[in-house]
């Protein structure tokens, strides 16, 4: 299996405002390290295969201190659904009064099953990396049915979230992103689907080489959930 990093320590580093993250809210986003998986367009290397600096009780101070300021948190990383208390801190930012997104890679379907059982979570953004055939190769795991599984969870909860996929030109075609789309549409997402091209000369997990944007042909675009380009 693959070293995911987690540590004593979860988190990597905040970055203490946002507006742009959690749709229109005030926000913050902890930065949680490690990660089950190793997408060669990772733009976090760093997080993901680094250790974490601050405990939570260190985070729930800060959060404190924000207390009617920010309207929420944003949970990310790395994976944040892999440390072991996650699910009761979650607990603890919900009893400020503050909402919370998640954004996973899905590998965790035991994890958000309890968080949205408990009302913990009020945006779920779920990366869908891509079909089962590409899956392995792309995140150096083998998480699809994972992944699956915590799409078909959201669903079924009716949770307000967006699924997104970051398509780097060496991995993903515009035909594959369109059976990714048609695989969305099987399962009942209605929402958009996001895309992010990847961003070259960054700092990535691999040097993948520079990426160029997919054409979409309209025919795809007009049924089903919608492509939404990000960048
Ligand atoms: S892109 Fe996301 S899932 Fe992939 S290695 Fe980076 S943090 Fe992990």
Not at 6 to 13: D, K, Q, R, T
Not at 119 to 134: E, Q
Not at 149 to 157: E, P, R, T, V, W
Request: proline residues 4%; positive net charge; charged residues 20%.
């Amino acid at each position: 299996m693959q070293k995911t990093g987690v540590e004593a320590l979860p988190i990597f580093s905040i970055t203490p405002f946002t507006l742009l993250d959690f749709s229109d809210k005030t926000a913050c986003i902890l930065w949680f390290a490690g990660c089950n998986m190793r997408c060669g367009y990772c733009y976090n290397p760093e997080i993901v295969k680094g250790k974490g600096k601050l405990g939570l009780a260190d985070v729930l101070v800060f959060l404190k201190k924000r207390e009617g300021l920010l309207d929420g948190v944003v949970l990310s990383g790395g994976e944040c659904t892999l440390h072991p208390g996650i699910i009761d801190f979650a607990r603890e930012i919900k009893a400020l009064g503050m909402q919370i997104k998640l954004d996973t890679n899905g590998s965790r379907p035991d994890v958000l099953a309890k968080m949205m059982s408990q009302n913990l979570l009020d945006y779920v953004a779920l990366d869908f990396k891509s079909l089962p055939g590409s899956f392995q190769k792309i995140t150096r795991s083998s998480f699809f049915d994972q992944f699956e599984k915590s799409l078909k969870l959201l669903l079924a909860h009716d949770i307000q979230m967006e699924v997104r996929t970051t398509v780097h030109s060496s991995q993903i075609n515009g035909d594959e992103l369109a059976e990714m789309k048609n695989f969305l549409a099987a399962r009942g997402y209605k929402g958009h689907y996001y895309l992010q091209h990847f961003v070259n000369q960054t700092k990535t997990l691999e040097d993948l080489g520079p990426s160029k944007k997919p054409q979409l042909d309209q025919s795809i675009i007009s049924s089903g959930p919608q492509f939404v380009w990000r960048n």
